[in-house]
């Protein structure tokens, strides 16, 4: 496993719920009204949730593929046309087991909850042959456009039904197995989850569970069926964090954004920005690498010192593919080579077509990454009064 140095940059503030609900299997006449039972109906009014997500390949992937995170030139398509695709950057790329989110959300209280939209009620029934529940209100969740590779927060509703097994240890506690019904059905099935009761009459609910209907090998380890079409998660990667100081793509950060600029070491001579100018000589290196025209010979992988070796030597009359004189690019008077520094101000294309730069502003190439996702959830519920 290969672990990118942005893997832990997709901290968002997000909330994916799948909660349920139980009822006992007790032979007293009114269970309802025992302490401990789980009978009757109750609302959601706190949640933990900790969520891993991690990069994992399909079985449609090679061992050793990647996620490429890149960026386009937002004035690419108007300046290069059909070649637009040239001036797209490689920002990094995510290997499998790569994390993608690691954090707990808390939901403390009910305003907590009613804050993100949250309203669950499940209702616990006591049958003749089959225990079930319904679970019914509205929750929140992460949703990805496939087309688009955008995963953003929705609060659909849920209606889910399903039957449920109950085993007392105590009047107070025991351990509860959820199995939802055939569908659609957003709460996971798990088995053994621990329950608690307290307060007066038993009228709170703690109920403690892992979902594992995301994770391809944890899934079906417990004993449940793996179906890669319906339960493979993916997360959509179309914005970054971005530096509130100099406006650029960062690692970390709070803001996110899909457009920015981009900054780097290697961009000193033009401020640290990726430059009209410093873009054009990095692709005017690749092009005179091409032809043979210039070799690397620090031997350190880069040809840009090269390139503009070379358009010193050949500065008067010197001009770049796309027409631009060597004499805007770079200067020398007799001792020291400069490079010209663009990055003042933003490229427009008006200004670009009259032979100036710029810092560039680039938008994220989206791209759709499938996961492995475990949640563990705590969530504690109140008994309405019947």
């Not at 042959?129 to 509703?157: F, K, N």
């Not at 005179?288 to 070799?295: E, Q, V």
């Not at 030597?313 to 008077?333: E, H, K, R, W």
Request: glycine letters at 10%; aromatic letters at 10%; charged letters at 15%.
């Amino acid at each position: 496993m290969r672990t990118s140095r942005w893997s832990r940059l997709l901290f968002l503030p997000l909330v994916l719920m799948v909660l349920g609900s139980s009822c006992p299997t007790d032979d007293d006449d009114d269970p309802v009204e025992e302490a401990g039972a789980l009978v009757g109906m109750w609302d959601l009014i706190a949640l933990n949730a900790d969520y891993n997500r991690v990069v994992a390949l399909t079985p449609a992937h090679t061992a050793g593929d990647s996620f490429s995170v890149s960026v386009r030139w937002d004035l690419a398509p108007i300046i290069l046309g059909v070649d637009s695709a040239q001036a797209d950057l490689h920002l990094f790329a995510f290997y499998e087991g790569d994390v993608l989110l690691d954090t707990l959300v808390a939901l403390p209280t009910p305003a907590h909850l009613a804050a993100l939209g949250v309203q669950l009620t499940g209702n616990f029934l006591e049958g003749d042959t089959e225990d079930t529940y319904t679970l019914s209100g509205t929750y929140p969740t992460l949703r990805t456009d496939m087309e688009t590779c955008r995963t953003a927060l929705a609060v659909p509703s849920i209606q889910d039904a399903g039957s449920y097994e109950m085993n007392y240890i105590t009047e107070s506690s025991g351990f509860l197995t959820i199995t939802p019904s055939a569908g659609d059905q957003v709460l996971p099935p798990f088995d053994n989850a621990p329950v608690t009761f307290s307060g007066t009459d038993g009228n709170t609910l703690q109920l403690d569970f892992t979902d594992l209907d995301a994770h391809d090998t944890l899934f079906p380890a417990a004993g449940h069926t793996w179906v890669e079409a319906d339960l493979r998660g993916t997360m959509g990667v179309a914005d970054l964090p971005i530096d509130a100081t100099t406006g650029a793509f960062a690692e970390t950060g709070a803001t996110l954004n899909d457009t920015a600029y981009i900054m780097s070491a290697e961009l000193a001579a033009w401020g640290g920005y990726m430059t009209f100018y410093a873009l054009t000589i990095f692709g005017e290196a690749k092009y005179l690498a091409l032809a043979g025209l210039i070799t690397d010979a620090a031997g350190d992988g880069s040809f840009v010192d090269d390139a503009i070796g070379y358009m010193v030597a050949n500065l008067i009359g010197g001009m770049t593919q796309s027409l631009l004189p060597y004499s805007v690019l770079v200067s020398f008077d007799g001792t020291t080579v400069t490079v010209t520094n663009d990055s003042g101000t933003d490229a427009t294309v008006a200004g670009i077509l009259l032979g100036g730069g710029g810092k560039l502003k680039f938008v994220v190439n989206a791209v759709c990454v499938p996961i492995n996702e475990v949640i563990e959830f705590e969530s504690t519920w109140a008994k309405m009064a019947m």
